[in-house]
């Protein structure tokens, strides 16, 4: 067993893994950012009901959830700067792989987010928003005072797991040569001729920080309710 697999090899590649988690981290919050900005714009769009508008986003939204996301990085990877050439004349293709990587991930998530915040924005009881007007707020003083901190009670739990499932889908940008901690991981398992001992310890260290992210949310989420 030692010669196909060693766990002291594994524990000492740790280490050296262990600097792309800046990287993975990066990518991580920037999407999570992106993914919360556009997946609100994408709800009020859809809830609005604006005509032609809120069926073209209803669109975008089917094709970003229905298509993986390893396909979705090339897409934006090589599409976006002919497009950015042939629609602004601006050369882009020499930009980082990392920002194109960021804005796969942050579109891919703004899809799943945007379903999640308009249910949690149809969950609030009609009765809410009827209770501000009749108190005299107006509306937007109803959507940030009564609406939008049920909202987020309710989307809260998942919106955890979906962050979750984001740290994960970074492993995906190591296709494009970045160098997280996936990307570290197959550099070094090419160097050493033991890849399997450097994916094993890549794989721990997705599962400790997944499992750090998630308690991270349970947290936020207990100390959030207390607050409503």
Not at 47 to 74: H, K, M, N, Y
Not at 172 to 183: K, R, S, V
Request: hydrophobic residues 55%; positive net charge.
């Amino acid at each position: 067993m030692s010669e196909y697999f060693s766990l002291h090899r594994a524990l000492e590649v740790v280490p050296r893994i262990l600097p792309g988690l800046g990287a993975t981290l990066l990518i991580v919050f920037s999407s999570i950012l992106m993914g919360t900005i556009l997946g609100l714009l994408f709800a009020w769009i859809r809830l609005s009901r604006i005509p032609v508008l809120s069926q073209l986003v209803a669109l975008l939204v089917s094709f970003l959830r229905g298509t993986p996301v390893i396909i979705l990085i090339f897409i934006v990877y090589y599409g976006v700067p002919l497009l950015m050439l042939n629609a602004f004349n601006v050369d882009v293709s020499s930009y980082s792989a990392l920002y194109f990587v960021i804005i796969a991930l942050g579109v891919n998530m703004s899809a799943f987010l945007s379903e999640l915040f308009r249910g949690g924005f149809l969950s609030v009881p009609k009765g809410q928003y009827e209770a501000g007007y009749s108190v005299g707020l107006s509306r937007a003083q109803v959507l940030w005072r009564i609406v939008i901190p049920q909202m987020i009670r309710i989307v809260l739990p998942e919106f955890g797991v979906m962050s979750v499932n984001m740290f994960q889908n970074t492993a995906f940008a190591a296709t494009l040569g970045i160098m997280d901690l996936m990307g570290r991981a197959q550099a070094i398992g090419s160097t050493t001729n033991h890849s399997l001992e450097s994916y094993f310890a890549v794989a721990i260290l997705f599962v400790v920080c997944g499992l750090l992210l998630d308690f991270g949310f349970q947290l936020i989420d207990k100390k959030y309710a207390l607050t409503i």
